[in-house]
Every structure is written in structure tokens, then in C-alpha cells.
């Protein structure tokens, strides 16, 4: 089977179970209404009864957000210009690559370690879920899986936290010595050319550890393992043994989010807007793009199941199991 | 003192005329005539001047004082070293290599006598001093004894012959690959003042001062390279060895600055504007940034233009624009009639990149070309002022820049992103200023501006020199009006054109010009690190009903819950406005009501907090202090205004919900980890 044939099926298996794309939409949303609830009020505090709200209305004034930062701290300073118009994809795009969510912000590296945690209890429940096509959703078999697995995906997170970890450092040595050893280039473009390659590199290195994780977590539900370093191990040895497929569906599946990310990036509003109708159509035209993120990463999940459910096969011709 | 030479010259100089003009605009009291090879592959230089040098003080001297810039890069014991650590900041952006250090040393000297006459050595009197902070590993400053003083109006001739390693660039100076930007490179005379010689060592966060001249540069380089630097070629000759010298001259400037390449491209301009010389541009451009070359073109333009009509024309009749190599660190900086821009491949136009920088260091050609200010004690004189007429000239041109996010920092580097996004919508409101507020505010306090610029922390010069100048001018000119601060600052540069101002000199022509006494103003701006801020604490406005008890005509107290009349029923409106910070500064109080009439109420800012009352029939809507936000030093302009009912509801709601949504994305992105 084909990398666009698991993606067709992990597509069916997402419309399929199409709730898990709204539980969890919905879940992010609930996890990040706190925050977002404190941004509100920390704007309204500081914005107060000055007039300086006249010229936040549209876009907003630098000055101001220059003061608001000065006064608000780390947590006001989230709120920068990349980040309140459709371009925030791309500035988590470049905190994904960089790591510097961990580095440069700690109150929201906690906050997104608190999400990744819950988030490690919802994937029982997603992965059981998927890996069972017809069945109905229902939340007390979504949140037992959950719990279920929960342990065990957390320990797998934890060791594959290190590998991230390891990757990460690599990527902070390597760029700093591509910048050494072209010390005395003076053409950007060639530099920008270096830096991609160097970009890509440590892409497909971050791909390889989340497919080892993904696979890993696919290989506990789909054989109930309960070592997790051998499920890991297990899972490296097929994503080695089948690198097109699996790196294959993680860069279709890729180019598909970069795609939708695009296509929000130019069809979301700009910053203009004020009408309660125009911030209303903001809001709901982010969501959609949230859901069609998670309907992709649903689908992937999909996909992957599909491919490993493959490579479970016997060959056709073998007559026998061929594990 | 030369401002003797200067008073009303540009009424009888007629632009493009200097070089031929046999006069002298300036005293040209320090010409050079160098001769200097490029060895690329060692990158070394090897030079050999002759300085003439005549003492226009009315004391004599009999010593020399020298910079050797090129020093400040010879170790990490250089006072430019220890106090680039200070600021926290490596030009080089990693460790020092054995062949990034830079170095000139002087071998041989003499005084030249008449003809016929043998010149007399003066190497054995060559010594270092470190006239700021006696560091005595720094070699940035050479002092020779004569063997007899020069008098008042007496003329020298010096030869030095002396070699240099080129550095990795520092300060915009030095080599990368095969690109080569040459400033500050030969051993330069320092200033003979009144009260002895002014040539400090060479700081970190300051630049240059020394005295016009006459240069006439012969540079060999190999005959594959371009060329570009101060003044106009006049020579070009093949030395048959892969070489070619190229001969440049300018008169009346005080540096000589030079760059070469194999790659630069070369493209040509001409300035033209009514009541205004024409000037000859030759933009030396990165191959790879030739799509750009008209935005570098139409800013220098615009500087000139802006520039020259509202201070005085440029007087050379050519400038060299020098687009420097990638990583070269050469960017923005400004030599006479050459500097140097910077810009990126992809800069969206409207995000102000290269035009921002082009203006400003074309406008350098005006603040501190032809006014010769002292930059290691003064560097706000050139900078500060340069940099309010480069937010004037931008505003003007072209408008509020956009903000610009860049994309795809390397990780691990402090570089900036390669891939730029403009985001519209995201301005400095206000003032064209606005924007140099965020340098300013966090270290408004760190020093007085009237510290020399060498003794500012080494993190606080663009913060005093740039922000603070260009804010502080910002207010005069909402204080007074654009129609009279113009005549004034054209008043300074024109008494002023060159010679080496001191900020009195400013501050008086100020003065004259406005017809008013600006103590009042320096003695907070200038000779102290107030800070400004004025605020609205409150606003309140309630009927003004009579309660409580009043007198009968019997005398007795009687008391009441409503007025006698039945009338109306008039508001009493209150505003109590405060000043936070130690600054003093005139304001207005402005009092809108509901039916939109306004009050405007002066106050001289003086007392710490401010009452004012005031009954009508309608409502207070608001109340702001300082309206016109004439005075861009105050630090924080959110709570210069107050709503009786706030109103912060939409754009708080607003911005919350669009961050929710990056903060949902960034969530949904971190399950990549999990």
C-alpha cells in the first residue's frame, strides 16, 4: 500500500471519528481560555480608562504595546504583532524549530508542559479510538483508554523528551559552527541556502524521534506492550526498515498542514477589523483552521495505523504470520 | 573659534564647485597625501603619508598626538575590547581568531624640512599614552615630541610610513572572504585645541573628531577589484603586475575612507532638485541586492533633498553609496562623501529597510561631514540631531513604517531572521519620534547627556545619543513649531559648516535664532537625567446638587437635599493631574465634554499634582494632559489620558481573542512533542 493510500484511509478513519477532531478542538480551546481570559483582563487593566484604547482599535499603536510590555512583564510580552495576525502560524513554525518557547519563556513552557501532559492522556483515548473504525465515541471508553495508556505514553514521552532534548542541542551547535565556517561568506543567498539544508536536517532528525514516538504508541495499543523502551525499540526498527513509507506520510502529511496553514495565513483577517461581526468572523475562521489542524493531525494518526497495521502483515505469499 | 571661516560661506558656495574651487571652505589645516597597498590574501596594508599639518591655535606645540584606531583591536586588554565587554556586545559574534585581530604600527617617522634640507627623525620620541583611563595596554593614541614647537600659524610636514593586519570587521572596519572595508586606517592626527591636544584612545561606543584637510590617496589593490571611497578618482593606473592604483582626492573633509571588492556592481544616479546642487551618486551594490538599488537611490535622494532644504545644500557634488557584503558588519556608517547602507535580500519595501538607514547615513554627510562636531565627547551633537532629522525625513517620504518580523533565526546565533514579513497595521502613532521612546525609557537615568559620550555606560550611548536627542528636539519642535526650530538648527549648521562645534555653540544658536532662553529646557535635558512623565490620577464628574445644610437668612443652618430653583442641575467635573517624574515641562490640561465642547487649561507642570474644577451643564467625557503630546520625553503616554467610563472593552476583547488563537496554535503545536 502507497503512502497516499494510508493517507486516504487515515483521512476515512478521521471523518469516521470525526468527534475526535471536536473533542480535541474543544480540548485546546478549554486549556487555552485561562490564559486567554488573563491576556483579556491584563489588556483591560492596562489599557484602562486612557484614550490610548482609540488607537488599539485597528492595529495597534507600537508605542503603546512597547509600554505594555515594559509594565506587563514576560506574560505581556507574548503579545507581539506576528502573533495577533494570521502570520502567528509562522511564528510557531519558527518557536517549533527553534525551542526557543522552552528557552526564551518560561511561564508558557510550563503552561505548554501542563498541555502536553494532558494531552499524553488524551492519546489513549484517541489512538484506542481510531484503532477500532465503527465504533461509536463515547467518553467513558475515550477517557479509559486514556488513563489506561496514560503511564505508559508518559514514560515513552519522557524518553523521547530526551531524544527532542538531544536534537535541540544539536541544532544550537550545529547553526552557530555553520556560522563559524562560513565566516567569510558574503552572499546571503548562499547563506540562506546553507541554513536551509542545515534547517532540514535537523526537520527530518525531529521527524525521525516524533515517528519513533507515534509508531511507538501505535505499537503499544495495537500489542498491548508494556515495556516502553521496547516499544520504542520495536517502533525504530520499522520506521529503519520502512523509511520512505513512514518518512513519506510524515512529509505529505507536513506539506498538507503547511498547506492549510497557508491558506489561513491568506484568507484569515487583518488586523483592521472592529466590528463585534469582524472579530467574530476572526475567531471563528481561527478555529476552523484549529480544527482542520487537528482533523490532520487525527488523520496522520490514521494513517500511521494504517501503515503500521501494513507492516504488521504476513507478505501475501508466505502462508504464515510474519510475527 | 572656526566658525570665523564658516559665518554665511554657503550664501557665496555654489555646490559642485568645491573640488575646483581653489578656496579653501574649511581650514584645511590637516592634509594628507597617502600612498597604501592592499595584500588581500595576507590582509595587510602598507602605507606611506604625509601629513602637513598647520597649527591654527593661538598657542604653540611641540608634540603630535596621534590615533591609532587599528589598535583598539590589537588584544582583548584594548580599552575598545574591555569596554565592548561592558555592553555585553562582540561585533565578532563568536570567539577572536589569531587572524581576526587588526593592528597598525608606525615604522618610521620624520619631520620633512626645506629642500635640500634632511628631514629629522622622529621615531625615538614615539610613545602610547592613554589619556582616559590610563590603561596602559592600549596603544591607541602615538605622541611625538618635535624638536621645536610649532607656532600659531606655522605649517609641518610629517612622514610616516607604518603597516597594518586588517581585522575581521569591529566597528564596521575590516575583512570578510574577499570584501574589504578600510576606515580609520591610517595613523590620524588628532585635534589641537586651545587648551592642548584632543585625541582620545579609542572607545567602544564612540566614534571620531579631527580636522579638515586636504586628501590625496593613491591605493593599489588588484585590477579585479572595485574600488570605492572618499572624494572623486582622478587616476587609474595598470601596474602591470595584476595591480591598479587608484588616485582619489577631496578637499575639505576630515577622514578618508575606502572599501573594495570583486563583487561589487556598480550603479549611477543623479540628485536633482530645484534651489539645490546637483550631486552625482555611485551606489556600489551586492549583485544579489540589484533589485534594491533604487530604494537606495530615491532615500539618499530624499536625504539630500530633505536635508538641504531645510538646513543647507550639500556642498561636495558626489557621495558614494557602499551596499557592504553579508556578515560584514560595514553597515551604517558614515565617512565623508561615502557611506555605507545595509540592506537584505527579500526587505519588503514600506518596513522601512534599506531606506531607514540610507537616510541616516546619508544625512551624516550634513551632521557631522560638514558639521565637524567632537564624536568622543559630543557624539550626540551629529547623532542626536541626525537621527531627528532621519525620523523627519522618513515620516515625510514615506510615511508610518510597518512593522517587520523576521523568520528564521538560526538557532544558537543572535542573528536576525533570513525571511522578512511585513504586518500591517502595527505603527508608531504620534510623532515621527515615537519610535525612539522604547532605546530611551529604560535607561533615561543611566547618565546626564552632558557626560562626555566616551564616559557614557557603554550601553547607554544609543539610548542618550540617538533616542534621548532626537525626542528632546521632537519637543522643541512641538513647542515652538517646525517654522521657527528649522531656521534655528539651519542657523547652527550654517555658523557652524566646518568646524567643531561644542553643544553651548547649539544650545546658543538655539537661542538666538528662537529669541527665547531654552536654560529652562538643557538644564533638564541636557545637564540632568530627569525623567518626564505626567499623568491623569482621575476624573470624576457628578451633579452638583447642594447637600447638606446652608445658611437662612436668619443666620441659622438649615438643611437641604435639593436646589432651591428646581433649575438645572449643573456637573462638577474634577481632574486631578499629576507629574511622576522629576522633569518640569509646560503643559496643557484638556477637559472634552459629553456635547464635545472643550476646556484647555495651561499649566506650567511645575507642582506635583494638579487640581482642576469645573462646572457645566453637561458631563466630563475625558480628560487628557498634554494633548498634543508635545512632550515626547514622557515615558509613558497610556496614562496621560482618562475616560469618565472606560472603553478598553473592544480592543482588549479583541486582541485577547486573536492571541488565543496563536496560543491555541502554539498549543496544538506543542502535541508534536508529546
Known amino acids: ?323 | 573659534m572656526q566658525a570665523a571661516y564658516l559665518v554665511g560661506f554657503w550664501w557665496v558656495v555654489g555646490a559642485g564647485m568645491l573640488v575646483a574651487q581653489p578656496d579653501p571652505v574649511s581650514p584645511r589645516n590637516a592634509s594628507y597625501t597617502i600612498e597604501v597597498q592592499l595584500d588581500p590574501e595576507a590582509k595587510t596594508l602598507t602605507g606611506r603619508q604625509t601629513l602637513t599639518w598647520r597649527n591654527i591655535q593661538t598657542s604653540p606645540t611641540d608634540e603630535l598626538w596621534f590615533h591609532l584606531y587599528w589598535n583598539g583591536w590589537r588584544n582583548n586588554r584594548s580599552t575598545w575590547l574591555r569596554e565592548d565587554r561592558i555592553r555585553d556586545r562582540s561585533d565578532l559574534g563568536g570567539e577572536i581568531r589569531p587572524e581576526d585581530w587588526g593592528w597598525i604600527e608606525v615604522d618610521e617617522v620624520s619631520l620633512l624640512q626645506g629642500e635640500g634640507q634632511a628631514s629629522i627623525d622622529l621615531g625615538h620620541t614615539a610613545r602610547h599614552v592613554s589619556p582616559d583611563d590610563g590603561n596602559r595596554e592600549d596603544r591607541t593614541v602615538l605622541v611625538l615630541d618635535l624638536p621645536a614647537a610649532v607656532q600659531p600659524g606655522e605649517e609641518i610636514r610629517v612622514e610616516l610610513r607604518w603597516h597594518a593586519k586588517i581585522p575581521r570587521t569591529f566597528a564596521r572596519t575590516g575583512f570578510r572572504g574577499d570584501f574589504f572595508f578600510l576606515a580609520h586606517w591610517f595613523p590620524k592626527l588628532g585635534v589641537f585645541e586651545s587648551d592642548g591636544w584632543n585625541c582620545h584612545q579609542y572607545h567602544a561606543s564612540t566614534e571620531y573628531f579631527s580636522d579638515y584637510g586636504v586628501y590625496d590617496v593613491s591605493i593599489t589593490v588588484p585590477e579585479e577589484f572595485v574600488l570605492g571611497a572618499t572624494g572623486r578618482q582622478v587616476d587609474r593606473v595598470e601596474n602591470g603586475d595584476g595591480t591598479v592604483t587608484y588616485r582619489h582626492e577631496q578637499a575639505d573633509v576630515h577622514a578618508f575612507t575606502w572599501t573594495t571588492s570583486p563583487d561589487y556592481v556598480e550603479v549611477v544616479g543623479r540628485f536633482e532638485a530645484p534651489d539645490l546642487p546637483a550631486v552625482d551618486l555611485r551606489l556600489l551594490i551586492q549583485p544579489e541586492h540589484l533589485g534594491q538599488a533604487n530604494r537606495h537611490l530615491y532615500a539618499t535622494k530624499a536625504a539630500l533633498a530633505s536635508y538641504g532644504s531645510w538646513y543647507g545644500p550639500y556642498p561636495y557634488g558626489h557621495v558614494t553609496i557602499i551596499d557592504p557584503a553579508w556578515g560584514s558588519g560595514a553597515g551604517g556608517m558614515e565617512y565623508p562623501t561615502l557611506f555605507t547602507a545595509g540592506t537584505r535580500l527579500f526587505n519588503p519595501f514600506g518596513g522601512g529597510s534599506p531606506e531607514g538607514v540610507t537616510v541616516h547615513e546619508a544625512g551624516h554627510q550634513f551632521w557631522y561631514g560638514l558639521i565637524g562636531n567632537n564624536e568622543f565627547e559630543d557624539a550626540w551633537l551629529d547623532e542626536g540631531l541626525n537621527t531627528f532629522s532621519t525620523n523627519r525625513t522618513m515620516a515625510q517620504t514615506y510615511g508610518p513604517g510597518q512593522h517587520v518580523r523576521r523568520f528564521f533565526v538560526p538557532p544558537g546565533t543572535k542573528d536576525r531572521g533570513f525571511l522578512p514579513l511585513l504586518l500591517e497595521g502595527f505603527t508608531y502613532g504620534g510623532s515621527p519620534y515615537a519610535s525612539r521612546m522604547e532605546r530611551y525609557r529604560d535607561l533615561a537615568d543611566i547618565d546626564r547627556q552632558d557626560t562626555h559620550s566616551y564616559r557614557y555606560h557603554p550601553a547607554a550611548g544609543g539610548a542618550l545619543s540617538y533616542s534621548k536627542t532626537a525626542l528632546w528636539l521632537g519637543t522643541l519642535e512641538g513647542y515652538f513649531g517646525w517654522e521657527r526650530l528649522r531656521p534655528a538648527m539651519s542657523k547652527f549648521f550654517h555658523d557652524w559648516q566646518f568646524g567643531h562645534p561644542q553643544p553651548a555653540d547649539f544650545f546658543a544658536a538655539l537661542a538666538e535664532s528662537l529669541g527665547e532662553d531654552l536654560d529652562w529646557f538643557t538644564e533638564q535635558v541636557f545637564y540632568s537625567a530627569a525623567r518626564f512623565d505626567y499623568a491623569v490620577q482621575s476624573v470624576a464628574s457628578v451633579e452638583s446638587e447642594l447637600v447638606g445644610y446652608m445658611e437662612r437668612a436668619s443666620g441659622d443652618p438649615i438643611l437641604v437635599g435639593q436646589t432651591e430653583d428646581g433649575g438645572e442641575v449643573p456637573y462638577r467635573s474634577e481632574v486631578v493631574v499629576r507629574r511622576h517624574g522629576e522633569g518640569i515641562f509646560p503643559v496643557e490640561i484638556l477637559l472634552v465634554f459629553e456635547d464635545e465642547t472643550e476646556l484647555r487649561v495651561p499649566w506650567d507642570g511645575k507642582e506635583r499634582w494638579r487640581l482642576v474644577v469645573v462646572e457645566r451643564a453637561v458631563r466630563l467625557k475625558y480628560a487628557v494632559v498634554d494633548p498634543g503630546h508635545v512632550l515626547l520625553l514622557d515615558i509613558d503616554r497610556t496614562n496621560n489620558s482618562r475616560l469618565l467610563e472606560p472603553q478598553a472593552g473592544r480592543p482588549a476583547w479583541k486582541w485577547a481573542s486573536r492571541w488565543m488563537i496563536w496560543w491555541q496554535d502554539f498549543l496544538s503545536m506543542l502535541s508534536f512533542f508529546g
Open chain 1, 1 to 323: 500500500m502507497g503512502i497516499l493510500r494510508a493517507i486516504y484511509k487515515g483521512l476515512m478513519r478521521m471523518t469516521e471519528s470525526s468527534a475526535l477532531v471536536l473533542v480535541m478542538w474543544g480540548m485546546v480551546l478549554l486549556s487555552a481560555l485561562p490564559m486567554a481570559v488573563v491576556m483579556e483582563n491584563t489588556l483591560r487593566t492596562d489599557v484602562g480608562s486612557s484614550l490610548i484604547h482609540e488607537e488599539i482599535r485597528q492595529g495597534l499603536d507600537m508605542g503603546w504595546l512597547e509600554e505594555f510590555h515594559h509594565r506587563g512583564g514576560e506574560f505581556a510580552a507574548t503579545l507581539l504583532p506576528a502573533r495577533v495576525t494570521p502570520a502567528l502560524v509562522f511564528d510557531n513554525l519558527e518557536l517549533w524549530f527553534s525551542g526557543a518557547w522552552i528557552t526564551e519563556y518560561r511561564g508558557l513552557a510550563a503552561a505548554g508542559g501542563l498541555f502536553l501532559v494532558f494531552w499524553i492522556l488524551l492519546q489513549g483515548g484517541v489512538l484506542s479510538h481510531l484503532a477500532t473504525p465503527g465504533q461509536s465515541f463515547g467518553w467513558s471508553s475515550f477517557l479509559g483508554a486514556g488513563g489506561a495508556y496514560f503511564w505508559r505514553f508518559l514514560r515513552i514521552a519522557v524518553i523521547m523528551g530526551f531524544a527532542y532534548y538531544g536534537v535541540f542541542r544539536l541544532a544550537y551547535w550545529l547553526f552557530p559552527v555553520i556560522k563559524e565556517r562560513t565566516r567569510d561568506l558574503t552572499v546571503e543567498r548562499t547563506a540562506l541556502i546553507i541554513n536551509v539544508m542545515a534547517a532540514l536536517f535537523v526537520v527530518v532528525l525531529l521527524g525521525l524521534v516524533h515517528l519513533v514516538s507515534d509508531f511507538a504508541r501505535i505499537a503499544t495499543i495495537r500489542e498491548q506492550r508494556r515495556s516502553m523502551v521496547l516499544a520504542l525499540i520495536r517502533s525504530l526498527q520499522r520506521v529503519i526498515l520502512h523509511p520512505l513509507q513512514s518518512f513519506g506520510l510524515l512529509g505529505v502529511m507536513s506539506l498538507l498542514l503547511l498547506l492549510v496553514q497557508w491558506v489561513y495565513f491568506w484568507t484569515a483577517p487583518g488586523v483592521r477589523g472592529t466590528s463585534f461581526l469582524a472579530l467574530l468572523l476572526t475567531f471563528l475562521i481561527g478555529q476552523l483552521y484549529l480544527m482542520a489542524r487537528w482533523a490532520l493531525r487525527i488523520a496522520r494518526y490514521g494513517a500511521e495505523l494504517e501503515l503500521f497495521d501494513l507492516w504488521s502483515r504476513p507478505p501475501l505469499d508466505s502462508g504464515r504470520r510474519v510475527e
